[in-house]
């Protein structure tokens, strides 16, 4: 950053300002506010960021429309290009790194350098999916049926809905326009009403690196409503929703008439097992990165943790030490490591969880109060022992750690798979033979062995069960936002 006198965290702060636009995005006019309008604050302080345009549903068609009226020459625009322009759009989000981090440390409330980190997590999206379009190609094969060929197309299923959640402002966007845009998809996007700024600007950013037009629209307003629009639109053949599980199923139920395809990456209780044979200072580390990531608002984050009781203790001191070391505070001052929740819902929820396990039996360790902060903020809490059924079946999502003893391997999968959901989940151990058993043995979409980290463009990431269906990021993430049409030809 360049030495102005101003300090960096002003300068990055400046940055993420000259980003902030309050506009949504309809086949590429920037729609302003009008009469109505959603105000967004900044939960570190409570106050008022800016304001985004609360749309008409005849403002959601607009951009529905524009985005149908784009499909054919984006879906015949060479996969090269697509990719060349994606490319640019990656390189713009690379150059405004800072801002862009700013902006969402702003309106989410994440830890600004954890910001930096899902502005290059997000891009990692961008720039792989580029990747995926330019190798993109169909098959074709020999028929069982003599003198006949099979060609397998692969062709964009058309316009998509795209509906992303606050908890990852950059990185749920481009999580699905990337596969979406390598396959040939105009998109529609509903950033969540918390933290739409983020979205809007790279919305921005996609623009000024040429993406067309109608290619790339951002609609805002209540989540009700413009769902509603969505899904009701026969225009939209696709829709990906990554949030809460009753939120899918009313998404899904509202997509049946129109048949739409669907991917759903909904809510998760991630259970986390650590062996008597793991490396306890790995696992202690390992549950920090992953717990503590947007200040325990993941989906994928552990959400109880189960220790055989030979290591229990040791793990549980180490765990102690380093919850209670983590710096809680707004977003932008030095070292903190934990920002606010998002709302006070969020926060209203983690005290129940605290209050329903210490009515449980469990023992608070380390934190177990509203942090000292005035708002949205929770002191990093480690409960040990008592009843893991809540934590089971509800996602805490806010920085409290509950920990369970258990005695044999089978009992601490029974516990594992023993909730609807079927998201994540993470173990640690040093034997091979366990690991592969274990693996294969959790009812999750995700595993991580021996790391709390599972997250990165290459991996499928989706649930199982009440976590809903369909896999973002990796090589099966386009197949989402593909068909497969089938021509078979009798040669002579
Ligand atoms: C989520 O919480 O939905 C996404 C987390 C991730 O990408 O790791």
């Not at 739409?196 to 600007?201: C, E, L, S, Y």
């Not at 710096?327 to 926060?347: M, N, Q, S, T, W």
């Not at 469990?362 to 177990?368: D, F, I």
């Not at 099966?476 to 497969?484: A, H, P, Q, R, T």
């Amino acid at each position: 950053m360049a030495d102005t006198g101003v300090s960096p965290v002003e300068q990055a702060k400046a940055a993420g300002i000259k980003l902030l636009k309050e506009h949504a995005v309809i086949g590429g006019r920037r729609a302003p506010v009008g009469a109505k309008f959603i105000e967004v604050d900044n939960p570190s302080n409570g106050r008022v960021i800016g304001v985004i345009p609360d749309l008409e549903p005849a403002d959601v068609q607009a951009a529905i429309q524009a985005a149908a009226d784009a499909f054919p020459a984006w879906s015949k625009t060479p996969q090269v290009e697509r990719a060349a322009l994606m490319r640019k759009w990656a390189a713009l989000i690379d150059e405004n790194e800072i801002g862009l981090a700013a902006l969402m440390a702003t309106e989410n409330g994440k830890p600004f350098e954890e910001a930096k980190g899902e502005v290059r997590y997000a891009n990692s999206f961008i720039k792989w999916f580029a990747g995926v379009a330019e190798s993109l190609h169909g098959e074709s094969m020999e028929s069982p049926t003599k003198g006949m060929t099979i060609l397998s197309l692969k062709e964009p299923v058309g316009p998509a809905a795209l509906i992303a959640p606050w908890n990852f402002p950059a990185a749920m966007i481009t999580r699905k326009v990337g596969p979406a845009f390598a396959a040939g998809c105009t998109v529609v996007i509903k950033p969540a009403h918390q933290t739409p700024f983020t979205a809007i600007a790279l919305v921005d950013l996609a623009l000024e690196a040429g993406i067309p037009e109608g290619v790339i629209n951002l609609v805002t307003g209540q989540p009700g409503a413009v769902g509603e629009v969505l899904t009701a639109s026969p225009l939209i053949r696709k829709l990906s929703f990554t949030g809460s599980t009753p939120v899918g199923r009313t998404l899904m139920a509202q997509c049946a008439p129109t048949l739409k395809r669907l991917s759903m990456e909904l809510g998760g209780a991630a259970p986390l097992v650590v062996f008597d044979d793991a490396d306890i200072e790995l696992a202690v580390a390992e549950t920090i990165k992953g717990k503590f990531r947007n200040s325990g608002q993941t989906c994928v984050c552990p959400n109880r943790v189960y220790v055989q009781r030979g290591v229990y203790d040791a793990y549980l001191e180490g765990l102690t030490a380093a919850v209670s070391a983590l710096k809680l505070g707004d977003a932008f001052e030095p070292d903190v490591k934990v920002g606010p929740l998002i709302d006070r819902k969020g926060l209203e929820k983690v005290k129940r969880h605290v209050a329903w396990a210490h009515e449980h039996g469990s023992k608070v360790t380390t934190g177990g109060t509203p942090a000292r902060q005035e708002g949205l903020f929770y002191t990093p809490t480690v409960l040990a022992g008592g009843d893991d059924s809540l934590f089971r079946e509800e996602e805490t999502f806010g920085p409290v750690v509950p920990v369970f003893a258990f005695d044999t391997e089978e009992e601490a999968v029974t516990r594992c798979n023993s909730s609807d959901f079927g998201l994540a989940s993470y173990f640690f151990t040093r034997d091979f033979d366990r690991t592969m058993r274990v693996a294969r043995a959790l009812e999750d979409g995700i595993v991580g062995m021996n790391t709390g980290l599972i997250s990165n463009a290459a991996v499928p990431f989706g649930g199982v069960k009440q976590s809903g269906f369909g896999r973002e990021g990796s090589l099966y993430g386009i197949d989402e936002y593909l068909s497969v049409k089938s021509v078979t030809l009798a040669l002579k």
